[in-house]
Each structure stands twice: as C-alpha cells, then as structure tokens.
C-alpha cells in the first residue's frame, strides 16, 4: 500500500491518493477479502473456496451446503468454512448471504483482530455504516436479520453486542463488493475489502476495479494465491491525485445517477459531470442529417414510447419468449431509428438487446449490425477505457466472426483486447480468452485477404462438420456491467 495515502477529500471525507505517477493499466494496489460468500441463488453451482463456476461440485460432507471444485479447494477454504460448517448443521438451515458473511467477518475479527495485515489502512469499525440515513423499510429488513443472525450465531462463540452487528451489516450494505466468477462476466457473490472501501466515486474515475481469483487449485497450499482485487489506472494519475471508481453505470443520465448514488450510498455527486450534465443531451438526443434535427416533440414522443417497449421487451425476455422480443425489437427500432441519435440510451439498449437475442437465436448477420450500432454509440458515451466498452467490444467482435465478417470482427477484438488488457490485465482469464481470438482472427482475415473464395469455402465445410452450439441463454436482468458495489435488494 505504499503507493497510496488516506486524506481529506474536499466534500467527499477520507479518500486514498497517488503517492507516486501511474500509467495506464498499472496495478495501483491488490487487496485480499477480508471475507466473501457466494450468493444464496448460486450456492450449488459455484465454488464457495475460488469462486468458479464448474458443472460438478463436491459437497460439504457435514453441513451439505458448501460446494467445492474438488479436495483441494475444500482444504483452502476450511478455514473460513469451518465454523459456519459446525453453526449451519446445528442451526438446522442455511442463513442468507448477508448474515453469513457478516459471522464470517466477525469470526475472523475474533481471532484476527480488528487489523488483520500490516497493509490494512482502515479498521471496520472506522468505516460508516449509514444506518441513520436508511429509510424505514431497510430498517425493518435490517432488523430482521440482526433476529435471524442471533439465532444463528453459536452460544460457543464469542457475543457481540446489537450495535456491533449492526454496524457490521451497515458497512456491507453499502460497501460489499461484487465477486465476480473466473471469466468477471457475472456477479456469483459479495466480500468486503477494507481499503477499497477508501477509495471514492467519480462518474468519470481515473480506476477501475477488477477481482483477480488467484491460483488454488496446485496441489501444493505453498504456491496458492488468495483471492483478491486489483485497483487499476484507466489513464495517466499525477501524483498526489485521488483515485477514484464508478459505482454506477455511466451511461445513465445524472440526475439518475445521482439520485441512485444517493439512494444506495447516501451521497450526493458532485463531480463535474453530473453538476454540468455532460453527454446528457447526447444520451435523449435527435438524430441530425444533413444538418437538420427533429422537433423536441418528434424526440420526446419518440423517447416515450421506446421507454414503453422496452418494458414490454423485459417482460417478454423475462418469460423467455425470445421471438416476441425480437418483434417488440424490430417495430420499436423501425419507428424511432429516424428519430433518435445513434447515442440515445433507449435505443442502444434496443440494439443490444436485440443483437444478443439475435446471436442466441443464431441469426448472426443481423446480430451484427445492431451489436456494431451499439459499441459506435458506446464509443460516444464512455471512457475509451471503460470495461464495459471492452465487453461490448468484445461480443460484437465475436458475433461478426460468427456471421462470418471477419474484418470487422477482428477489429473489434482487437479493440476489446486493448481495453480489457488496461481494466484486467494480461492474466485475467477473459483476457487470456480474447488473446487467443484475437490471434484466430488474425489468422482467419490473412487467409481471407489471400483467396476470399477459398476462405468462405473452408469456413463452410467447417461449419457443417461441425454444427454450431446454441449459444447461452440471455440474461433476463438488465444489459450493462452491474455495479462495482454490492447493494442488498
């Protein structure tokens, strides 16, 4: 942590600064969880020790609810299971994630103490917990699991007082992390990490944060890895400046970024673009050609009634009813494409919902074109460094490839290895991945540059010989990265 220092933060409390410069991608400091959990929804389908995702899983012979990848895991992971193991079989049912992970922590504060490495800048008990500013419903669920948490808690263990879970429960409602799975491409459960907790919101930050899982699976405990995050440079950091991260997507409007910041973490935003609105007129903006825009009335009815299909589209995705999707789709796209700038929010999300049913359905050509729309429009709208640019980058890249435009899909691979390489890093896995298809591309479009003809031939007989796997399901959940933050609903 030597490259970083707590101070003031003019209107914002602690907050950590550079202590020396940064450069893109740099790794500006790593941090192991102090303790993380797998979300309830998931606790059968991924590793509770690393976190992966793995088609078969090994059970606790005890308790029967944790899950490991194998003997291996389950050792590295006894330490922080054990006495959960011995409170579950004796509570008769698993607790929720929350209070699992509020008596993982406390567990380890019992035996650890309240600093646990000679990196930790921070102790929880100096870390807010908001409870005075949640509304009257959180207060209810807040206190229903402080109930449930003391049935749970073993009388072997040491007590804790109420105010001391309490505040534990506060400072994971709004500081719990996202963990992520091996490839960082869905939240699988929530941690705490004490200095991240320092560093503050920007809606244009100067960081990202990415989850590195580490390496358990060598047979030998000496050459494991812990889990932990990596804060890294998205630009260049002078020394002495604050790092920053998002909390929320910036690709909503501010007025709904501001009002979820101040919903969710009880602050309120006041970085330059939110009190300029920056990109706002962008995000609800006409489309011009030939220098000549549409009425406000043209965008605004425009607007209203792609916000209407949009929500018909989300329940017919939410029923996996993929073909009305693509209709609702289509009819919304054909009415407000004229209308509507290539940067308008609803209509990217139009675009990328429909180019992602699209690949599922294995309509690739057509999945092309709105996912190519869509990272032209992101490219308006975020940070040239944003993860989820990358990502967006990414699967349009492999949809093109799949539709057999090899051109344009390996630009959009390397676009996405380029970024990715910044937010993630050369070892993450999903960057490893996209290395791998940025040189097949490679590979594919000096081919297709020699003999077009024979390329096209060649990738037919490949593909009949080998029939194309349906391609997973849609999420049902919103398009776009999820928060950095875990937030209980």
């Excluded at 505040?167 to 699988?188: E, M, P, R, W, Y």
Aim: aromatic letters at 8%.
């Amino acid at each position: 942590m030597e490259n970083v220092a707590i101070f003031d933060s003019s209107g914002k409390g602690r907050g950590l600064k550079a202590t020396k410069e940064f450069w893109a991608g740099d790794i500006i400091f790593s941090e192991p969880s102090i303790s993380a959990v797998v979300f309830d929804s998931l606790s059968e389908r991924i590793c509770h020790s690393c976190f992966r995702r793995q088609d078969k899983l090994q059970r606790c012979g005890q308790c029967k609810f944790g899950h490991y990848c194998d003997r291996t895991c389950q050792r590295a992971g006894w330490a922080e299971h054990k006495q959960e193991c011995g409170a579950i079989k004796a509570y008769g049912k698993v607790p929720n994630e929350n209070i699992r992970l509020v008596a993982r922590i406390l567990w380890r504060l019992d035996k650890e103490g309240s600093v646990m490495s000679d990196t930790q800048l921070i102790t929880l008990e100096e870390l807010e917990d908001h409870i005075d500013d949640m509304q009257e419903d959180e207060l209810k669920e807040l206190k229903v699991d402080i109930h449930n948490f003391l049935d749970f808690w073993p009388r072997t263990s040491k007590q804790h007082t109420i105010d001391n879970i309490s505040h534990i429960f506060g400072v994971i409602n709004c500081n719990g992390f996202t963990v992520s799975d091996q490839k960082g491409l869905q939240a699988v459960g929530v941690g705490l990490f004490a200095n991240l907790c320092l560093v503050n919101h920007d809606c244009w930050p100067n960081c990202t944060v990415i989850l590195n899982h580490g390496n358990q699976s060598a047979v030998n405990t000496m050459f494991h890895s812990q889990r932990r995050i990596e804060l890294r440079s998205l630009g260049k950091i002078e020394e002495g400046e604050e790092l920053t991260v998002s909390y929320v997507d910036f690709l909503n409007l501010s007025e709904e970024r501001r009002r979820l910041l101040k919903t969710q973490y009880f602050f309120d935003c006041t970085c330059e673009h939110c009190k300029n609105h920056i990109k706002d007129d962008l995000k609800l903006g006409g489309l011009e050609v030939d220098g000549v825009k549409p009425t406000e009335e043209q965008v605004k009815e425009a607007t209203d009634y792609c916000f209407q299909m949009l929500e018909k589209m989300d329940n017919a995705r939410l029923n996996g009813n993929y073909h009305e999707v693509v209709k609702i789709c289509k009819d919304c796209i054909e009415k407000t494409e004229p209308v509507l700038a290539d940067t308008h929010i609803y209509q990217l999300r139009m675009w990328s919902t429909l180019s992602e049913v699209q690949a599922y359905l294995q309509f690739f050509n057509e999945a092309a074109e709105y996912a190519r729309k869509m990272v032209q429009g992101y490219m308006k709208l975020y940070h040239p460094n944003n993860a989820a640019l990358g990502m967006a980058a990414m699967r349009a890249g492999v949809t093109h490839w799949q539709a057999g435009e090899i051109e344009i899909g390996h630009g959009m691979i390397c676009k996405a290895y380029a970024i990715l390489m910044v937010t993630h890093g050369p070892t993450h896995p999903i960057t490893k991945d996209l290395e791998a298809m940025r040189m097949q591309t490679e590979m594919e479009l000096r081919m297709f540059k020699q003999n077009e003809y024979v390329y096209h031939s060649m990738r037919e007989a490949a593909l009949k010989n080998k029939p194309m796997a349906m391609m997973h399901e849609p999420n049902s959940m919103e398009e776009g990265i999820k928060n950095l933050f875990h937030r209980k609903k």
